[in-house]
């Protein structure tokens, strides 16, 4: 019973190339987050939005941006992608302003060459 | 920034229990304490929270000091599927933001 799904487990693109690492969750949650995780790192916070069309930038929005059109899709777009954002992409959901817990995603591992 | 210190990594023999620790000092009288892990390969999973009582699930239990500055996860009989990295956070219910630290990577020792 997968509840949130990113579109690719493994993505390979080149230097300079437009991205989308799409993200969906059939929850009906309001929130949904982009995090990027690099050995010795953790999981560091690109996006967060907490509604259609809102969006807020986390520790490390700098390269990305994102689109929330509709509830339940939550997209991380690389502009012009580059090798140092090679990198584990995770995205999660999760209910507002209540203690439900998030659900990641399995992760979308994204290699820029 | 991650409002916690947790070691970096830690040994437990399978069967015994896992008891991991995590230094909130700063924490505010509004922010709860959240543990999640991350098995290899996956998502993170959200294991318990807890504001200032001991809590327990069918997962793990969450002892809090009574100054609230500092608490540890116990995983009462650990198994080798219990090998993961464990993530303490502190955060405001409303404040829907989940900012992860690095974590302490736990070994179950056959």
């Known amino acids: 019973d997968v509840k949130v799904t990113q579109s690719s487990r493994y993505l390979v693109k080149r230097t300079g190339e437009k991205v989308f690492l799409e993200c969906v969750q059939d929850?009906?949650?309001?929130?949904m987050f982009w995090y990027r995780q690099d050995p010795g790192l953790g999981l560091r916070l690109i996006y967060f939005?907490?509604?259609?069309?809102?969006?807020e930038k986390g520790d490390i929005p700098e390269g990305y941006s994102v689109s929330r059109e509709k509830k339940e899709r939550f997209s991380l777009i690389l502009e012009s992608a580059s090798t140092n954002q090679t990198s584990m992409y995770l995205c999660?959901?999760?209910?507002?302003?209540?203690?439900?817990?998030?659900?990641f995603g399995q992760g979308t591992r994204l290699t820029v060459v | 920034d991650a409002k916690t210190t947790q070691p970096p990594s830690m040994d437990c023999a399978e069967g015994r229990a896992a008891n991991l620790p995590c230094n909130h000092s700063?924490?505010?009288?509004?922010?709860?304490v959240y543990w999640y892990r991350q098995i290899h390969s996956q998502g993170p999973q959200y294991i318990i929270h807890?504001?200032?009582n001991n809590e327990t699930n069918e997962m793990a239990s969450l002892i809090i000091t009574e100054d609230r500055k500092s608490s540890t996860l116990i995983l009462p009989h650990a198994t080798l599927r219990d090998t993961a990295v464990y993530y303490c956070?502190?955060?405001?219910?409303?404040?829907?933001?989940?900012?992860f630290g690095k974590g302490t990577r736990l070994h179950i020792l056959p």
């Open positions: 956070i502190v955060r405001v219910v409303k404040d829907d933001k989940i900012i």
């Open positions: 929850m009906d949650h309001e929130n």
């Open positions: 700063t924490i505010s009288g509004n922010e709860y």
């Open positions: 939005s907490y509604d259609v069309k809102m969006k």
């Open positions: 807890g504001l200032k």
């Open positions: 999660a959901s999760s209910a507002r302003g209540r203690h439900t817990e998030a659900f």
